[in-house]
């Protein structure tokens, strides 16, 4: 499986983006998905994550309520949309898959990894 992050830009505090993972492979549906982010001079921490049909999907305290993840197998991608976006969303997102369904937050589960897209939040 093969992903490709993408939809990051520059947003003013208050505003909204929607990132999308678009992935290769047809066995895609199978896959959880779990999104990322790596804010500036810190390490990568977990976003929000969504299981093969959908039917369970997990966010960080930090961004449930304003953000959601969702998924289109139809067309192998996985959406996160980011709404009321605060200056500390700042960071660039990476989209990963893995097969399991367990464990959403576990960074080290992810097998498959896309190259991240930068969202920059002003203030």
């Known amino acids: 499986v093969q992903l490709q992050a993408s939809g990051g830009g520059l947003v003013q505090a208050g505003g909204s983006l929607r990132l999308s993972c678009a992935a290769s492979?047809?066995?895609?549906?199978?896959?959880?998905v779990g999104w990322f982010r790596r804010p500036p001079g810190k390490g990568r921490e977990f976003v929000a994550a969504?299981?093969?049909?959908?039917?369970?999907?997990d966010y960080a305290d930090s961004v449930k309520d304003r953000f959601t993840i969702s998924r289109d197998n139809a067309k192998n991608t996985v959406y996160l949309q980011k709404n009321s976006l605060k200056p500390e969303d700042t960071a660039v997102y990476f989209c990963?898959?893995?097969?399991?369904?367990?464990?959403?937050?576990?960074?080290?589960?992810?097998?498959?990894w896309g190259q991240g897209t930068l969202v920059t939040v002003s203030s």
């Open positions: 969504i299981t093969w049909n959908g039917g369970v999907t």
């Open positions: 492979g047809r066995t895609f549906s199978t896959y959880t």
């Open positions: 990963a898959a893995d097969r399991s369904q367990l464990y959403l937050r576990l960074e080290r589960k992810y097998d498959y």
